[in-house]
């Protein structure tokens, strides 16, 4: 059994073959956490996981989302799910595609704040780790953890430096990772981050290492939870473990996490 701790196939990506894709999994012994963007994708994902025993739901709005956030309807969809729903996520916060002037930069980043403590509220209300996105805020994010320091969860795709993968695993979070580490120079971060605080994850179908496009179901640059072992191995590679023993301990660190 293998984690992908992050996956999207609730996406239109997979509407044409989804049931398919969901077998590949399983035929390889992949447990998926499916994770929400908005409230639509957040309730497939529940679905998705109420349908399949390897498909775990997590909840949640994207900074980047501009739908309102509905705090009573997300926490009546968590509370449906039950067991399945493990997670709030994915939640966060996203400084890329700012705005050009002071003013808006400030409304911007206010707005993405008060939409992320929000939903951090709803996760220690729910007793519920987070899956977090974070670009170019990592400072912010941090200021504000340090505020909530009974949360617990996951900094998703990780893409900071190793000071601020630290200053992560001291407020006790795990650090994602997936095909971004392909395209990133990450290896002090992989090699020094301990593997006790990693999780594996695909963020598909974005972010598809090189090596799955030679692969059945990879040739169209679409990625698949399948593909996980491509990240797993590259850890493997650069910690000078084996994969075996990088799939046990990240699976462990899921299971903990996300008390599955």
């Not at 939903?119 to 519920?128: G, S, V």
């Amino acid at each position: 059994m293998i984690f992908d701790t992050h996956s999207h196939l609730n996406f239109k990506a997979y509407d044409n073959d989804r049931d398919e894709v969901i077998k590949r999994t399983q035929k390889q012994c992949v447990v998926c956490i499916d994770v929400g963007t908005k409230y639509e994708t957040s309730k497939l994902a529940v679905q998705l996981a109420e349908k399949n025993k390897n498909i775990y739901a997590a909840i949640g709005m994207h900074p980047l989302e501009e739908e309102k956030f509905k705090y009573e309807k997300y926490k009546e969809l968590a509370l449906s799910g039950s067991r399945r729903v493990v997670a709030i996520g994915e939640i966060g916060l996203d400084y890329y595609y700012k705005p050009k002037t002071k003013i808006r930069l400030e409304q911007f980043k206010e707005k993405q704040k008060e939409i992320f403590l929000q939903q951090l509220d709803l996760a220690e209300e729910l007793n519920l780790p987070v899956i977090i996105h974070c670009r170019m805020a990592h400072q912010d994010l941090i200021n504000i953890l340090k505020q909530k320091n009974q949360i617990k969860g996951v900094i998703h795709c990780f893409t900071g430096t190793l000071e601020e993968a630290q200053e992560y695993i001291k407020l006790g979070f795990y650090i994602g990772l997936n095909g971004i580490i392909f395209k990133l120079n990450l290896d002090e971060v992989i090699k020094e981050c301990p593997l006790n605080k990693i999780l594996t994850e695909t963020d598909c179908p974005y972010l598809i290492p090189p090596l799955a496009r030679r692969s059945p179901g990879g040739e169209g640059g679409r990625n698949e939870p399948i593909f996980i072992k491509h990240v797993i191995q590259k850890i493997a590679d650069l910690k000078e473990m084996s994969f075996d023993e990088i799939a046990e301990k990240t699976s462990q660190n899921a299971k903990r996490l996300f008390n599955i």
